[in-house]
């Protein structure tokens, strides 16, 4: 079993929808959790990181830690053309900086 | 802030020669960079983790022998892939770890550099 358990989709939704994107974990050591984008042959850019459990809202991204479940979720408000790209969760330990990656959800945004 | 280069962004290359990839942080000191590939529709697939000054630690599978990596200072690593064949061909990324405040304790990715090797 895999350490991060992320669908890898695709996922198509129409503009101006609302995106769920999710990650399940089995490590309980793990405090620090992030989501990256990557566009296509490009390298992955940081979009949200959080520690512990709890909501981080920053426009129209929320990213959302319950710890208790060992789930993490993104969601992605009034989705735009320009947010179609493949979704990252990765999430480390307390100590180091060594991250364990999902395998990554694509997202396709039709206007 | 955070922003990491690498160059080349893209490199074709014949069979048996070596191809050198540069990873800089612009805006940072890096305690840590690592290198990854990532082949297309896939993961990340970590090669290695470098602190400046110490020998990489590379993951299990990866041949130290056929990427070297030097971690010069606290802003650059290079990759260097040796005798490359087309099966080297992949994207390849790295990441640094900032060590200053101001940062996020994570990492922060470069561009990637696409190698293909004919």
């Known amino acids: 079993q895999k350490e991060v358990e992320q669908d890898p989709g695709p996922l198509s939704v129409p503009e101006g929808a609302i995106v769920s994107l999710n990650c399940t974990y089995s490590?309980?050591?793990?405090?620090?959790f992030m989501w990256y984008r990557q566009y296509s042959r490009k390298g992955p850019e940081l979009l949200m990181y959080?520690?512990?459990?709890g909501n981080k809202e920053d426009g129209r991204f929320t990213a959302q830690v319950d710890k208790s479940s060992k789930y993490i979720s993104l969601f992605i408000r009034d989705s735009q053309p320009s947010d179609s790209a493949t979704y990252l969760c990765?999430?480390?330990?307390?100590?180091?900086?060594?991250?364990?990656f999902g395998e990554g959800t694509q997202l396709t945004v039709n206007p | 802030g955070a922003v990491v280069s690498q160059h080349p962004s893209r490199v074709i290359c014949k069979s048996g020669t070596s191809v050198k990839i540069e990873c800089r942080s612009l805006?940072?000191?890096?305690?840590?960079m690592f290198w990854y590939r990532q082949f297309p529709k896939q993961s990340l697939m970590l090669m290695a983790t470098?602190?400046?000054?110490?020998?990489?630690?590379?993951e299990q599978g990866v041949e130290k022998d056929k990427f070297l990596i030097n971690h010069a200072s606290l802003t650059l690593s290079t990759l260097t892939v040796t005798s490359a064949h087309p099966e080297d061909s992949s994207f390849y990324i790295c990441?640094?770890?900032?060590?200053?405040?101001?940062?996020?304790?994570?990492?922060?990715f470069g561009p990637g550099t696409r190698l293909l090797v004919l």
């Open positions: 805006d940072f000191q890096a305690t840590t």
């Open positions: 490590n309980s050591a793990f405090q620090y």
């Open positions: 990765a999430m480390r330990e307390d100590s180091g900086s060594r991250l364990t």
């Open positions: 990441s640094a770890s900032p060590r200053q405040e101001g940062f996020q304790e994570t990492q922060y």
């Open positions: 470098s602190n400046e000054g110490s020998k990489a630690t590379y």
């Open positions: 959080t520690y512990s459990s």
